[in-house]
């Protein structure tokens, strides 16, 4: 699957923004989708990630009740919504496909995911 990540950019403290990745290939219903961030100077981290069905997600912790994963396997996108963002947010963004599980594992992990998308910047200004 080839994924193609879009929407982020510049934003103040406290704003929001909806990250995009829309999916080609083998089918886009059969994988459990992920979200990723990398920080300058630190290692690539796991954001969330979402079922198959979409009914089951898995958020790390700096970001759970701030921002939401969710899919349209109609239009084989998934997104990340972003709330009440702040500086620590600031990283690029990678969507990425886990063509083996139909849930995200108790603990998702970049080795866990197959395919990844080229990534997309987000800055977060105080």
């Known amino acids: 699957v080839q994924l193609q990540a879009c929407g982020g950019g510049l934003v103040q403290a406290g704003g929001s923004l909806r990250l995009s990745c829309a999916a080609s290939?083998?089918?886009?219903?059969?994988?459990?989708m992920g979200w990723f961030r990398q920080a300058p100077g630190k290692e690539r981290e796991f954001v969330a990630a979402i079922s198959w069905s979409g009914s089951r997600t898995s958020y790390a912790d700096s970001v759970k009740g701030r921002f939401t994963i969710a899919r349209d396997n109609a239009k084989n996108t998934v997104y990340l919504q972003m709330n009440s963002l702040n500086p620590e947010d600031t990283a690029v963004y990678y969507c990425?496909?886990?063509?083996?599980?139909?849930?995200?594992?108790?603990?998702?992990?970049?080795?866990?995911?197959?395919?990844w998308g080229q990534g997309t910047d987000l800055t977060v200004s105080s």
């Open positions: 290939g083998r089918t886009f219903s059969t994988y459990v």
């Open positions: 990425a496909a886990d063509g083996v599980r139909s849930r995200p594992a108790p603990i998702p992990t970049e080795a866990d995911f197959g395919s």
